[in-house]
């Protein structure tokens, strides 16, 4: 089921330099699991196309979304200067979400891809342990992180904090073992995040990113190469949109 | 009230139906919009095999419209009429209107014969327009001998009405309707997207792997309100109209500039049900304006 | 830094100047920009005799752009002369295009010959593509020989470099190009306007008395990089990109496809110093970018 | 001199069904005059042209101008949501003005048409007169004018108040004689007032509307015809924005 409407802005905070947190009151909240995303649609005319964003927490109690992003371009500048009480038009839950498997789960986020392992890491059934990267010591999310699961390394390319590097540097550095890895963030990263799993035969999932237009499924802009002839579009292309976000490593080309 | 317009003998229930390629074949969309009240779905280009369509980036945003290069990503025919054909089966009241691209006119035909005797297919739109691909498309819809022939081809072997799908990137739309006219056409739908392009200032380069796309949305829609009008006073078959369409009342100026019906495209993707909410803004205005017929108001304004 | 670009031995101060018609004179507008700091101030279209223009209403606005349907209303070349070159003289920094518009060959060249002796005059700009007249404009920017012969003649008697500008409603604007070059011309400017129209839903009417009019702003912007870039791949002579130019970051992606000098026409109405701010935000970006010469970013982008 | 700048919003109010009254901090009244306008502009990327809205007070002790305008469409739309503190970009004061003359003055507004005479008939040196024409009884700034005139007529189209048809028909019936007429309003009704004003042998000064684009004289958007060929254009044209918006009603064709 999936839901358009105007959400109500209940708070928003600056996490980082950039980075806000932004939590909306959505009947979407109903149907979201994590992994997914929403598309979150700009106030002026002149911007049409969704921006989508992962999904960071899911509070039904609440009613309550929670969505973590970075300030790149027009799009979420404007949702930088929502307030409390706006309204914000969105769609979703969009895409597959991540499968819930495995007694012992790393979930391994870098950069703006750090916010969709929190909902994850939370649901979780085993233990889990998170492996964050960052720029620099201008953390976020990670008290969250810390309170969610069993362990938490973290990796910074200027070494300010944790280890110095990326994040399987850190995965390596500290031999993380688990049945399973989710991983969300740059396409290196998940390319080298997937080569660990392959190496250590450890099962992984990768949420992928591509430029969207209906979110949905409908116009094949959003698709990334499959390594199989899919079932959809018979010419190994998949919809990140639809099919996914979320892929098993070894079902796309990275 | 009436709402009925007819094309070529095919009776659609509404002059509202969405763009190809916006909607897919419906399917994804069925979770917003009642299929069984559009005049008609139009499906996203279907080729004689399985086209993989351009290398990603495949979209990119500009003021008041995108710029699109999926390049006639599709399944191919065979998949096409057992997966979607047999989908919008359920869907009685609203006319399957099928889009057919080729690179040549015989992958058109194959396509075309393929299609003949399968009953969901109440029309073809012949896109001889698209800009996303190297050979075959636009440069067919660019020059009228080429137009008049492919729609001669085409209508030759075609059981269901044809629509031939016009490219705005031309100097004058009026020769290229006259010349699928002339070869035939049943009705002629227009417009494709203009072709554009993006650069990245900061990465020094195309934002498109494709590096031009087809612009589409609310900032191409004067152009085809002026070119639907130009060619409803060039042709007398029918016109379909689209390129912008985001509101009701662009439909209405497009119906009021001479387009029987309209299609919606690009408004999809920000609002998933404006196919209808764009009828009930035409069913408004004809209880306001005291409109009886859809119709009386088709190419009113000279 | 440098800032400077020469185009046909002029050589302007930076690449940044208005589009003909949406500046007048720079009388208006230099209440809110030092003219002396553009690159060159390209004035309103002028003939051999004043034209009245069209009815009103000749503006309305479209998503992202507008219509305008001004139809070369202008004073004469002899009231320009006295008034608006003699305004003009003041800015000694700031180059000065004159836009030329005429109705037959004859005409264009009435008003060259008359501005061949005036030195405040540094180069012409011939409006071979105005959509808003009847005769001349447009017709002879569809028709390539139509392009290359007046090109030709114009160039025989103007005394200074002549840029052809070029209307964008073609099917191939490289032709076009090619055409002006082959003519002799010493650059080409582009996009003019595309022509567009919009009804009025409620009075069922055109908005503007002349039915249709040139779109322009933001809108049309990806259509202009695309249409530049074709260009610049296709003929030598240096071009005058413009369309929808409204931030820096529009100039710049002109430029790196192709554009030596770039013109912003709409974005002065709802910004009158528009020009100055592309000017230093693209001061900023060759500082950031560690850009020592603006000619390096030229064409880049291939 | 001409600014353009983000105003404040001081104080926005409903004066009548659809019609607006909002209260701008603004350098711009340093500069005004009554009869001049402002251009507002949307906040909304897609709706790029001015709005061009008369002045209707002119507050240079508080720094504040005040326009009245009636929703019509998007963009006056847009501003009828603005409310106390929020900021909308405006350039002014544009166009000339209303001469202020005569001992014995009749100011004439339509519709729409009354705001602008307020200021105008606060700032006229003689005695004042005003006729206002509305639709109906929803009347608007009719207090004001109480404050600032000797006489007020009112003309209502259904006759609820006032004199039952047009201001014309309230001038005539009330005998009314001046030396000098200032009117605004749709052009059938600016088109009357000339005709008494020719008739009476009255100077009158009209308010004139044309779609514009620049709004300060450049684009040659905005004409209207003039009866003599014009010193600016040499066409019979005369620029709304910038020789008016206020004619000698014999200069041009109404
Ligand atoms: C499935 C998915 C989940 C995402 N989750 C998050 C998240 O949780 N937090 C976060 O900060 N960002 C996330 N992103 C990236 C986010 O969508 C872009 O940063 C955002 O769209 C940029 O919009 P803008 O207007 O600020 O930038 P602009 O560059 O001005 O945007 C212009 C256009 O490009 C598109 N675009 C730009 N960058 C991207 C991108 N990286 N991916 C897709 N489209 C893009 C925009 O949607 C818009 O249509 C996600 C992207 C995808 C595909
Ligand atoms: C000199 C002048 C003074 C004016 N003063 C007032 C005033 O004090 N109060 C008031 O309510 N209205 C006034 N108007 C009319 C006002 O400008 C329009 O009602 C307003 O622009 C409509 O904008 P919109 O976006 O709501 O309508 P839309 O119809 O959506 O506007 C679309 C476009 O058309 C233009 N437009 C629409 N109607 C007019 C019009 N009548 N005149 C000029 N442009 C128009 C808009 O500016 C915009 O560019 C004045 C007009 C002029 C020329
Ligand atoms: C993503 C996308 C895919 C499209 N695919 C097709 C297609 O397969 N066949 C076709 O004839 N037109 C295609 N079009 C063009 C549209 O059908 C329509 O002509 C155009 O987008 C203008 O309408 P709009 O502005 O309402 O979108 C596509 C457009 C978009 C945006
Ligand atoms: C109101 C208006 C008047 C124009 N008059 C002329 C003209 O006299 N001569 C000409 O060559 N182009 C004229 N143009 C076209 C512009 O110079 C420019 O080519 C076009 O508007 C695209 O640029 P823009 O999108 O930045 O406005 C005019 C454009 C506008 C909007
Ligand atoms: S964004 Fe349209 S298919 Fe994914
Ligand atoms: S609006 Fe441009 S001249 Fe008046």
Known sequence: MKIKEKAVVLWQEKLAEGVYSLTLETNIVDYAVPGQFISIFSNDGSKLLPRPISICEINKDYGTLR?????????????????????????????NGFPLEGRNAIVVGGGIGVPPMLELAKQLPGKVTAVMGYRNNDLFLTEEFEKAVANLYIATDDGSVGVRGTVVDAMRENDLVADVIYACGPKPMLRAVADFALENQIKCYVSMEERMACGVGACLGCVCKSKETDEHSHVNNKRVCKDGPVFLSTEVVL | MNTKVNIAGVEFQNPIMEASGTFGSGMEYSEFVDLNKLGAVVTKGVANVPWPGNPTPRITEVRSGMLNAIGLQNPGVEVFCERDLKFLEQYKNTKVVVNVCGHSAEEYIEVVERLADESRVDMLEINISCPNVKEGGIAFGQDPKAVEEITRLVKTRAKQPIVMKLSPNVTDIKVMAKAAEAGGADAISLINTLTGMKIDVERQNFVLANKTGGMSGPAVHPIAVRMVYECANAVSIPIIGMGGITTWEDAVEMMLAGATAVSVGTANFFNPTATLDILSGIEDYMVRKNIEDINSIIGIVK
């Open chain 1, 67 to 95: 969505v973590v992003y970075r300030v790149v371009g027009a799009g979420t500048e404007e949702f930088s200067q929502l307030k409390m009480g706006d309204k914000v038009e969105v769609m979703g839950p969009l895409g």
